[in-house]
């Protein structure tokens, strides 16, 4: 499967497999010790290191359910008659899909999928950055791209990457398309990042947005086990980061294109433990984060916690 898509996720092994993703981790990591592949965080893909990226019809296929969760609630957030930014990517993909019905949306993008997604949508509107196609990912790249974006304010940018921590924040692997992404940053009075569960803890080359810009993180919930997600999640959140967490239970398969049911979610503003790195003291402080589940404000740490202790 690895060498037919690039990467896989362990969710979709133990699915293929009909096996636990106990049983699945344990074999990736045989495999890896025969250098037949490289694990990743949620995954494993071909080996290659840090400047390896997988083509998009590897990455449609990673993490599909996801992916469709996390665009129905990122849809959530869009209003009518709002101007946004919309980067490239297959999870930014599928929330253009669910933005063909939003009546007075202007979306700016250097993505030909996210332009396709809203070609037939009589009520938005698309506006295209100039630039170099790159064919890897179907977006315009380089210094046309960025010149075009220049002088633009928008009131979200929704983004994508390869990678997110809350060291670095989000990151990918080609430096053209970060350098792209980070002109769209700019265009923005606020930036939601859209990352799986997969993505959480990854390191890739060339970071795009740090932490302390990012608005709101839009993910889905990471499965049992999964320390490394739970960790980088609080963190994130320590840092003052707003987490969205969709559920998957009702999102099927994530083919279908906007009219898929929505994923069972909700959503509820909790305190953070502190102001964003880099406020002024008595500023505004952003002290929010939105969560999965019926909680009660201060829940959110403990939330976390059970997620790493499962």
Same mark, same amino acid.
Do not use: C, W
């Given at each position: ?19 636990? &993703? ?30 390896? &990226?997988?083509?998009?019809p590897q990455k449609s296929?990673?993490? #599909?359910?996801?992916?469709?969760? /996390? ?12 101007? /946004? ?39 938005? &509107? ?9 064919? *890897? ?8 791209? &960025? ?7 928008? *009131? ?5 990457? *390869? ?36 993505k959480l803890g990854t ?39 707003? /987490?969205?967490?969709?559920? #998957?239970?009702? *999102? ?59």
């Amino acid at each position: 499967m690895v060498r037919a898509n690039g990467a896989v996720s362990l969710r979709e092994l133990a699915r293929v497999v009909q096996t636990s &993703e106990v049983t699945v981790r344990r074999d990736v990591r045989a495999l890896e010790a025969e250098g037949l592949l490289d694990r990743r965080h949620g995954g494993a893909v071909l080996p290659g290191g840090f400047t390896r &990226e997988s083509g998009f019809p590897q990455k449609s296929h990673l993490a #599909t359910a996801e992916k469709t969760a /996390i665009a129905d609630l990122a849809a959530g957030l869009v209003e009518e008659g709002e101007a /946004i930014v919309v980067g490239a990517g297959t999870t930014t993909q599928e929330l253009a899909r669910r933005l063909a019905r939003v009546p007075g949306l202007t979306v700016v993008t250097n993505s030909l999928l996210v332009a396709q997604a809203l070609a037939h949508a009589n009520r938005v &509107e698309v506006v295209m950055t100039g630039g170099t196609l790159r064919g *890897s990912n179907y977006a315009l790249v380089g210094s046309g791209a &960025e010149q075009s974006l220049q002088g633009l304010r928008v *009131s979200r940018a929704f983004l994508s990457g *390869s990678g997110l921590t809350a060291e670095r924040g989000l990151s990918t692997s080609n430096m053209l398309s970060a350098s792209v992404d980070r002109a769209l940053v700019q265009a923005a009075a606020e930036v939601v990042v859209l990352a799986d569960h997969t993505k959480l803890g990854t390191d890739t080359m060339f970071q795009t947005v740090p932490t302390d810009v990012i608005t709101r993180l839009v993910t889905d919930e990471p499965p049992p086990h999964d320390d490394r997600a739970a960790t980088e999640l609080q963190a994130l959140a320590d840092q003052g980061v707003q /987490i969205a967490v969709a559920g #998957t239970g009702a *999102s099927g398969n994530g083919s279908a294109g906007g009219d898929a049911a929505p994923a069972r979610q909700q959503r509820r503003d909790v305190p953070l433990p502190g102001p964003r790195r880099g406020q002024v003291p008595g500023g505004p402080t952003l002290r929010t984060a939105a969560v999965l589940g019926d909680q009660t404000p201060g829940t959110d740490r403990a939330r976390v916690a059970d997620l790493r202790r499962r």
